[in-house]
């Protein structure tokens, strides 16, 4: 009986994240181009600050000051998604903390927790990991928004198929090039090309696509 009456909420939820497909676009649009371009400066940032022409056992940044820099890089973006959420809440008269926001966030969190753990992990147990670490990170975020696209825009389910497949291919060249090319180089571009160059494309196209809609 508990679950007859909690069903017809969830449906609400779910009915009322579908048809809001305007107002997601007016949140992820502005959050997917500014990721983009943090990421492209972070990881530009963090190659320069290596050296280009550094040996490959040399690491002049370590695993740590590598994976945090990227965390809270993340978070960053966090605190945009959730700035730009909340002045779409408030233009529609309402506050930001929702059954929809929380229903969100519930479904996009084991994805994001298992890639955090067990990337981080890997990290942290050898520097060599970092390209690891980067595919894992992009592959579970492409399935965190694979988890949403029900109540999503098209591009971000776009985004999520791209970032999983580009997650899965990363994996495959890390191990691929292990003792070739340097790990942080290679782990720094990864993460540009997923959350800088993809972000920016995927953004791009929506901006076009809601253009040729007006």
């Not at 963090?46 to 056992?57: F, P, Q």
């Not at 969100?104 to 990337?119: H, K, M, N, Q």
């Not at 497949?165 to 180089?185: D, N």
Request: aromatic share 10%.
């Amino acid at each position: 009986m508990a679950k007859l009456k909690t069903l017809p909420e969830h449906v609400q939820i779910i009915e009322s994240l579908m048809l809001r497909s305007k107002q997601h676009r007016a949140i992820m649009i502005p959050t997917m181009l500014m990721t983009g371009i943090a990421a492209l400066v972070l990881g530009t940032s963090l190659t320069l600050k290596a050296g280009r022409g550094i040996d490959l056992h040399t690491y002049p940044i370590s695993a740590g000051d590598w994976t945090w820099t990227w965390i809270s890089a993340a978070f960053c973006a966090l605190v945009v998604a959730l700035f730009f959420a909340g002045k779409q809440a408030k233009a529609d008269g309402h506050t930001l903390n929702t059954p929809q926001l929380r229903h969100v966030f519930r479904s996009l969190t084991p994805a994001l927790l298992l890639g955090f753990v067990t990337g981080t992990a890997l990290s942290f147990h050898d520097i060599r990991f970092l390209p690891l670490t980067a595919s894992l990170w992009i592959a579970s975020y492409g399935v965190a928004l694979l988890s949403i696209r029900l109540y999503t825009t098209k591009s971000a389910r776009f985004l999520g198929i791209l970032m999983l497949a580009l997650g899965l291919a990363c994996f495959w060249v890390s191990l691929r090039t292990q003792a070739v090319i340097h790990p942080i180089h290679l782990a720094n571009f990864f993460m540009s090309i997923a959350f800088g160059m993809f972000h920016l494309i995927v953004a791009s196209g929506s901006i076009l696509f809601a253009k040729a809609q007006a």
